[in-house]
């Protein structure tokens, strides 16, 4: 399964993320719950326009997932 990251950014600055790529490999018999990968991103812009919100793409297909 592949997930898209689309990043909407009104303000002067653009989102880093920490890897321009993230691969993972998840095996079948892991804990529910268990934390499957932590992407981060920093953005320079100054006050509210600084926060980086997460979610889903509508397109994609979660099943039981959250972001924390």
Do not use: G
């Not at 009104?10 to 079948?28: G, I, K, M, Q, W």
């Not at 100054?46 to 509508?58: D, K, M, P």
Request: aromatic share 6%; hydrophobic share 50%; net charge negative.
């Amino acid at each position: 399964m592949s997930v898209v990251v689309i990043v909407d950014d009104v303000n002067d600055c653009s989102p880093r993320f920490e890897h321009p790529v993230y691969n993972v490999t998840l095996d079948a018999a892991a804990a529910h719950s268990s934390l499957v990968v932590r992407v981060t991103a920093h953005d320079d812009d100054l006050a509210i326009n600084a926060r980086v919100r997460y979610r889903f793409a509508a397109k994609t297909q979660v099943v039981n997932c959250a972001v924390l």
